[in-house]
């Protein structure tokens, strides 16, 4: 019986020490990974609108900031599925969307922050130069 638990104990040490010594699923060294290490200034603001039910251009406003507050950036009329804005990191921005659906208008809004994305490759902070925010400006089916 002493000799199990002596092993049970052995076993245990040695498996809590064999972890403290590898890396978390979070960390990741690829010296072949391209690591950009300067944090964006800019990153994309994607718009995804559905097609509009009654064939007429979408009405799109964008914000810097809130709607009620914010500063209005541009405002445009679309047939367009997808809109592009290239746009400064750690501020928010709001867009709304009118459709015309049955005679109504329906107004869509999304608004979030953009923030860059970062991890550590071979303790090195790496940025996402990809990334992107998606405002949905869809209609629910």
């Keep these: 019986m002493k000799n199990s638990i002596k092993t049970i ?24 990974q391209i690591c950009y290490t300067q944090a964006p200034d800019d990153l994309y603001v994607k718009l995804e609108f559905s097609t509009n039910p009654s064939s007429t251009p979408i009405e799109v406003k964008f914000y810097q900031g809130n709607m009620d507050n914010g500063t209005l950036y541009d405002h445009f009329y679309t047939t367009n599925s997808v809109e592009y804005y290239l746009m400064p990191v750690n501020e928010r921005y709001t867009a709304t969307a009118k459709y015309l659906v049955d005679g ?7 608004s979030d922050k ?15 130069w ?6 949905n400006m869809k209609l629910k089916k």
């Design 130 to 135: 990809d990334d992107e925010m998606i405002l």
């Design 9 to 32: 104990l052995l076993a245990f040490t040695a498996t809590l020490i064999i972890s403290s010594c590898t890396k978390s699923s979070n960390d990741i060294c690829d010296t072949n």
């Design 114 to 128: 953009l923030t860059r994305e970062s991890y550590q490759n071979c303790d090195e902070t790496c940025y996402d």
């Design 104 to 110: 109504d208008t329906v107004m869509v809004i999304n």
